[in-house]
């Protein structure tokens, strides 16, 4: 028994190049969750990643058992520190000991690129958690330099949309009034430090909040006449990339015009409740396959045409223990077993061969260390700015029919 599960384990993985259409994609970032009881073992996931042609893998925790895994395979990874930990990351002697034991110990042999610290904190207005995030970074940065690793790993934080005030037109894009002051505080940051802003963006929401007014195509990439920046006569024909430039604006008033952007998830679920318009596997399939051709053309934003998004696609697989709606559950552009759950449309020069181990293995239990991720990527964090994004949608898609 064990050695068929090793042999349809291997062929699903071989099989991938041929369900999913030949479309050459250079680069991939992927978000690698791991809410469920019923995920395949690491080992099983390096030939699946390396499948899809996925360069880039971002974790919510610093899970040695993947670190491990993807041991010298070439994929970079973004780790995480949880909101949780923030406050415990403000003393330089725990940031070291985290540092030493989660990175240091992996390196060089886990290419280890980027940590980043909390996910989506100042959208909880919890004061708790936004006095403890400048800190618990620099703490977390200040461990690097002293362990000689700070021109190899950079540090970061993740933020929603959510932080933006206004959105419309992007070239207007500016953040919350009562952000600012700790906002420019992880700008000089990361200006001091060479690293990147992270955001975490879903036009789902907007198509979501309001599906008889919000246009599809526009947030699904889908041909559409688009609409037009009155201030900078820019065209845009996606949700997506409005708000990105948004965000680039937002960062221009405040003095950081030059600072990159990179897009931590985004993503569009193949499932839903009832009230969940658009959650289906088509929508799906447009969303991430659309977004991926984007990428493989390795083009910029109308505002930041050269600019390299590093987007990570939200998320690698479905994960069954996520709270909230039935679409938490369903991002994943595989289910469990390794077979994809739509036709994606993506395949590479990289796809795997040959066996792959051990078979399809129990993952961690609900109380590993993988669980932490409830803590930095949740339902309810990744809600918060649905408000936000439907009105954004709205003003665009006045502008559209003007």
């Keep these: 028994m064990e050695l068929m599960r090793i042999f349809s384990y291997a062929s699903i993985i071989l099989s991938i190049s041929v369900y999913l259409l030949p479309i050459m994609v250079n680069s991939i970032g992927i978000n690698y969750g791991q809410i469920a009881d019923n995920l395949p073992s690491p080992e099983n996931v390096v030939p699946l990643v390396k499948s899809i042609g996925v360069t880039k893998v971002k974790l919510y925790d ?11 395979s070439g994929v970079e990874f973004m780790i995480g520190l949880g909101n949780g930990d923030l406050e415990k990351m403000r003393d ?13 110990a992996h390196l060089p042999d886990a ?7 909390g996910n989506e904190v100042l959208t909880f207005n919890d004061t708790s958690l936004s006095d403890n995030l400048v800190p618990a970074m620099q703490s977390v940065h200040t461990a690097l330099v002293n362990l000689g690793l700070d021109k ?22 500016a953040f919350r009034e009562d952000l600012v002051d700790i906002l420019s505080q992880t700008l000089s940051f ?17 198509y979501k909040g309001n599906p008889k007014q919000v246009s599809l195509d526009f947030v699904l990439f889908q041909p559409n006449q688009g609409v037009i ?20 604006s937002a960062l221009a008033s405040l ?29 799906a ?31 690698l697989f479905n994960e069954n223990m996520k709270p909230g709606p039935t679409s938490e559950r369903n991002y994943g552009l595989f289910k469990p077993d390794g077979t994809p759950a739509y036709a994606l449309g993506v395949t590479n020069n990289n796809t795997a061969s040959g066996s792959i181990g051990n078979g399809v293995t129990m993952p961690f239990s609900p109380t590993s260390s993988s669980t932490g991720y409830l803590s930095i990527s949740s339902a309810t964090g990744r809600r918060k700015f649905v408000g936000h994004a439907l009105m954004m949608a709205s003003l665009l898609l006045i502008k559209t029919l003007v």
């Design 229 to 248: 920046d009155p201030a900078t006569n820019l065209h845009y024909d996606n949700m997506l990339y409005a708000q990105i430039d948004a965000v680039y």
């Design 62 to 72: 610093a899970d040695p058992r993947v670190l491990g895994a993807f041991a010298n």
């Design 190 to 206: 990361h200006q001091k430090t060479g690293s990147p802003f992270l955001i975490n963006a879903y036009p789902f929401f907007a």
């Design 255 to 283: 003095g950081y015009k030059k600072l990159p952007v990179h897009i931590s998830e985004t993503g569009w679920p193949s499932k839903g409740d009832e009230d969940e318009a658009g959650a289906t596997p088509d929508n």
């Design 92 to 104: 330089p002697n725990n940031a070291q000991d985290w540092v030493k034991q989660n990175v240091q």
């Design 152 to 173: 190899q790993v950079t540090v970061t934080t993740a933020h929603s949309l959510g932080i933006l005030q206004t959105s419309f037109p992007p070239s207007a894009g």
């Design 111 to 117: 290419k280890i690129t980027c940590i980043f610290v």
């Design 285 to 315: 399939k447009k969303y991430n396959g659309n977004l991926i051709k984007l990428m493989s053309q390795n083009a910029g934003t109308p505002l930041r045409p050269d600019s390299d998004l590093n987007i990570y696609v939200f998320a």
